[in-house]
């Protein structure tokens, strides 16, 4: 979920609210690229904005954004997402649209009004962002419905095409299971399409294991009992996510007593995906050092995630198959190659 700015931004953000007011001349225009899923290059905006039908900004967003300028980066953030707040709340639509052509240094003001958009109008967000094809805004938003209205989220998706089936029913699991583990589940259990449930119960497990670290085992144990092969071994997948992302060690260990190959196998692809995309965060809960002066960042995630995976009893061409699959999201959407 949105995290705080780094001071170190603070002058990249001035900059970004001076291009946001200069270009975008205080109206709304055609929406930019998703940024959730593809954020603009940093320190640049559109050099013009067509006026769509919404019109102009409300005076006190417009305000705000002036404002804005002479702030450090934090009180800039403070003050643009309350504006954001009180606009969004009566008229979630052209909010969204403005949201979605900020410069990237203005990312988590975009990520803001998402997510409150999602919390406080989850249909109509959805909707928009489905129309539009703003996918990472839609996981963004599903996780946030899902946070606070589940039951009518999961209706939602359920409804949906075919072609974003798998990123809302991850993104429900994720948001429905921060909230509260044991009631996703119990929803889960309604769920009766295996496409749908094999998704869910990857958010699910993924989701439970981050934010709820210390249930790790309990949701481990949940996914082992899945009847249906691929549903488990989604679910796996899942718990390699969200367990090693601050607990490798522990989540390590636990993965050294699966006796089934293939889960084996499930859930060590989900380490090895997120080693290899965030690795400096997951060293802390391993006792790892950064890499060492002038080695490339990139390099060492990649050194280190085929470290780690060397010490399970996997053949070298499974341990090949795990190395070179590709990163399964819950941004992700259709029909996704779940680990074999």
Known sequence: MPHDY???????????????????????????ADQAAAPP?????PATAPRDAAGKLPPEMAQALQKAQALPAKEQEKLLNAAALEWLKKDPTAALAWAHQLPSGLNKTHLYTVGRCGELHGKVTADWCLQNKKYGSLHYAIHFWANVDPAAALQWDLQAPEEVRHLLLASTGDGWTY???????KGFAEVKRPEDRRSMAYGICKAWTWSHPEEAPTAAAWALDLKAQEERLSALYGIGQGWSRHYLLEAT?????????????????????????????????????????????????????????DQLPLSDAEKAAILDGPAISMKDTGKVPWPK
């Open 179 to 185: 909230k509260d583990p044991v009631a996703a589940t």
């Open 41 to 45: 290059a940093p320190d640049t905006a």
């Open 253 to 309: 260990a636990w993965i050294k007593t699966l006796k089934n190959p293939e889960e084996v196998r499930a859930t060590a692809y989900g380490v090895v995906k997120m080693l290899q995309t965030n690795l400096v965060e997951i060293q802390k809960g391993a006792g790892k050092a950064k890499p060492p002066a002038g080695e490339a960042v990139e390099h060492y995630k990649a050194a280190y995630a085929k470290e780690w995976l």
């Open 6 to 32: 780094h001071a170190g931004r603070s002058g990249l953000l001035h900059r970004a609210v001076g291009a946001v007011v200069l270009s975008l001349g205080f109206t709304l225009g055609a929406c930019a």
